[in-house]
């Protein structure tokens, strides 16, 4: 079975922390909406005309592998960043689609 472990030593099937990942996201962009007015990359300030992804600091994957999933839906392990700030923190070779070895 598809299960991960928080720190509490609970286990959260992939499709529970998927959902809350989704509700986590939508709460971001709801925050900074109602913080500010509007939704904008926190990393380079961007606001309009643009893609705007909610991209992890933490991704989801090293958040189940490391026995701690509940950061993977939490909100303060969430950034909004325009699509650009996105493949450049997730290391993607924007031309390929690829990541690049550091």
Not at 13 to 35: G, H, M, P, T
Request: glycine letters at 6%; proline letters at 0%.
């Amino acid at each position: 079975m598809n299960t991960y472990q928080t720190s509490t030593g609970e286990r959260l099937k992939k499709s529970v922390i998927d959902s809350l990942v989704k509700k986590a996201k939508k709460e971001k962009l709801k925050q900074q909406f109602e913080e500010f007015g509007f939704n904008f990359c926190e990393d380079c300030h961007i606001s309009g005309g643009v893609f705007l992804d909610c991209s992890h600091d933490i991704s989801v994957k090293e958040c189940q592998e490391s026995g701690q999933a509940e950061k993977a839906f939490d909100v303060n392990n969430i950034k909004i960043r325009c699509r650009s700030c996105h493949q450049k923190k997730d290391k993607l070779n924007v031309q390929f689609g690829q990541s690049v070895e550091k």
